[in-house]
Nanobody, 124 residues
Framework: QVQLVESGGGLVHAGGSLRLSCAAS????????MGWFRQAPGKAREFVAA????????NYADSVKGRFTISRDNAKNTVYLEMSSLKPEDTAVYYC?????????????????WGQGTQVTVSS
């Protein structure tokens, strides 16, 4: 497994932007599909975005398409989530996760490793 640490969360006004980072330990980062999930109070953890090993394939939840961008830098063992045009309904704890498979998947149950999460709060 890989250890993951998220950062970059905070409080932002609606319409604003944030950039989340997730740093991974170990030398095998490039062998993992990476995903971002989020969990709002009282709700289930939901898929946000994922990126394949090389960074050439991405997938997004419909609710964030056109507003969020996932990317990765394998040399830095880091995956990013650029969030723009933020809405109050984007408020949640955001988690990054690693999947040792070859394909980009949206089911949180297939992800092997998880970070501790970072809080994103969007005020109206």
């Amino acid at each position: 497994q890989v250890q993951l640490v998220e950062s970059g969360g905070g409080l932002v006004h609606a319409g604003g932007s944030l950039r989340l980072s997730c740093a991974a330990s170990g030398r095998t980062f490039s062998t993992y599909v990476m995903g971002w999930f989020r969990q709002a109070p009282g709700k289930a953890r939901e898929f946000v975005a994922a990126i394949n090993r090389s960074g050439g394939t991405t997938n997004y939840a419909d609710s964030v398409k056109g507003r969020f961008t996932i990317s990765r830098d394998n040399a830095k063992n880091t995956v990013y989530l650029e969030m723009s045009s933020l809405k109050p309904e984007d408020t949640a704890v955001y988690y990054c996760a690693a999947d040792s498979s070859y394909v980009v998947r949206t089911d949180r149950r297939v992800y092997d490793s998880w970070g501790q999460g970072t809080q994103v709060t969007v005020s109206s």
